[in-house]
């Protein structure tokens, strides 16, 4: 399995194959995440003091918070991919 990544803005990478969600933080049920995950130390800050508008979830329950739009992470992780399936 080849390991694919995503920026998630100010150099910050991810792995692609471990992210279940790339979700707005505006939510009640987001912002608890975020605080149990901070709680718990799985929360990852790569917004570098900026606005918080991503909020990554991955399988191990990481909790990785991004200064740049979902729609901008999902796009960066539908296009690192080629029609094969082949990393670009």
Known sequence: MDIQLINIGFGNIVSANRIIAIVSPESAPIKRI?????????????????????????????????A???????????VSKDPQGNNN
């Open 34 to 66: 975020i605080s149990d995950a901070k709680e718990q130390g799985r929360l990852v800050d790569a917004t570098y003091g900026r606005r918080t508008r991503a909020v990554i979830i991955t399988d191990s329950s990481h909790v990785v918070l991004s």
């Open 68 to 78: 740049i739009q979902p729609e901008t992470v999902a796009h960066r992780f539908v």
